[in-house]
């Protein structure tokens, strides 16, 4: 019998990863999201990491929570931003940079929403 020792249960940890890579790994994941579950695991996975998710990744969650018609996880989308980016105005340079896609997917923040 082998003693207690220390189990790796992922070789390939996203802490590994390059910036570059994490954005290509997690916008790849939404592209290929099917239902809303897969859509909020890879949310939760991807703002877990202590770094605020490029904007790239940003656009492939909106898309996938239209793409399987969940509204409300696209505002949360905003509201995970929020709470990573260190200040008010960094916020508003994802708000700037998403706008387009904003408008695109009809998709309002809580603070557009009244909430």
């Known amino acids: 019998m082998s003693g207690p020792g220390v189990r790796a249960y992922s070789s390939h940890s996203d802490e590994d990863l390059s910036f570059d890579d994490f954005t290509k790994k997690y916008v ?23 770094l605020v998710p490029s904007t790239d990744i940003c656009e492939a969650a909106l898309r996938a929570c239209r793409r399987v018609n969940d509204y409300p996880t696209a505002v949360r989308v905003f509201e995970g931003i929020k709470q990573k980016v260190p200040a008010d105005k960094h916020y508003q340079e994802y708000l700037t940079a998403l706008e387009p896609i904003r408008k695109e997917l009809g998709i309002e923040t809580r603070e557009e929403l009244g909430l």
Not at 28 to 42: M, S, Y
């Open 28 to 50: 790849a994941f939404f592209e290929q999201a099917e239902d809303l579950f897969e859509v909020q695991r890879g949310l939760n996975n991807a703002f877990s990491y202590d």
